[in-house]
């Protein structure tokens, strides 16, 4: 099935693409994996297991300017619009793919749905999201580019999330993608970008991302990055 999801997540990246709507959007989760290849070309990077969910962050609703009903141009691929729920946060659901759309949280929070008109969706607020539109990377993917987070974001960002989770399944899954990166990071000689993104972030992010670097007993990890 892994041959398929990602035949079906490069459609649907076409698809937004030549919407022009992609370049509104950071893929960000466990998808990001795979897109990290090109970034980690120089060493052995074998991405982890993949999971159903692919997340789009977007980080400017209010910039958006291209109108494009998402769901219908998805909607031939075999993608149904679904609610997740009491609220009514929407989600397109595919026998292989759910795809699901976030924004960052504003300070006083969100109650409910944030609308997204232009894109036919509404979005989920979540907290710790600017920590993935601090630092972005493009990746070459057919005939275009996507938006990531840098892989540091990405992992350090994961390491805070993964303590939030009740899913035992999906705190092993973010765990195992923040210590792969991680580790490939740092033997691509990156250390240092690691410790530039830790030092940035909130003293009470630095000590959640600490202490997930405890819970997956990563010591040498941590040691690097707090020496």
């Known amino acids: 099935m ?14 937004l693409n030549a919407a022009k709507i992609l370049d509104d959007l950071i893929l960000i989760g466990s998808w990001c994996m795979p ?10 990077y074998k991405p982890a297991i993949r999971t159903k969910d692919i997340d789009f962050l977007v980080p400017f609703p209010q ?4 109108k494009a009903d998402i769901p219908d141009l998805l909607k031939d691929l ?17 026998p292989d793919l759910l795809i699901e759309f976030l924004v960052p949280e504003k300070s006083k929070g969100t109650d ?5 008109p232009k894109l036919g969706v509404n979005a989920v607020a979540l907290r710790f999201l600017n920590l993935l539109t601090d630092n972005t ?3 070459y993917v057919q ?26 399944e999906k705190i092993a899954k973010d765990r195992e993608s923040a210590v792969k990166i991680l580790k490939s990071l740092i033997e ?22 600490i202490k997930g670097l405890e819970e997956a007993k990563e010591k040498n990890i941590l040691e690097k990055l707090v020496k």
């Open 188 to 209: 691509n000689g990156e250390i240092s970008v690691i410790k530039n993104v830790f030092d940035t972030v909130p003293q009470k992010w630095q000590k959640k991302i």
């Open 63 to 66: 910039k958006i300017k291209v």
């Open 143 to 168: 005939n275009f580019y996507i938006t990531l987070p840098h892989p540091a974001n990405f992992a350090l960002h994961k390491l805070i999330i993964f303590q939030r989770r009740v899913n035992e």
């Open 35 to 44: 897109f990290y290849r090109e970034y980690f070309s120089k060493i052995d």
């Open 78 to 94: 075999g993608f149904v619009v679904g609610f997740k729920g009491a609220q009514g946060y929407i989600k397109l659901e595919h």
């Open 2 to 15: 892994e041959k398929n999801q990602y035949r079906l997540c490069e459609e649907v990246l076409h698809r």
């Open 137 to 139: 990377i493009k990746v």
């Open 112 to 116: 409910g749905p944030f609308p997204l």
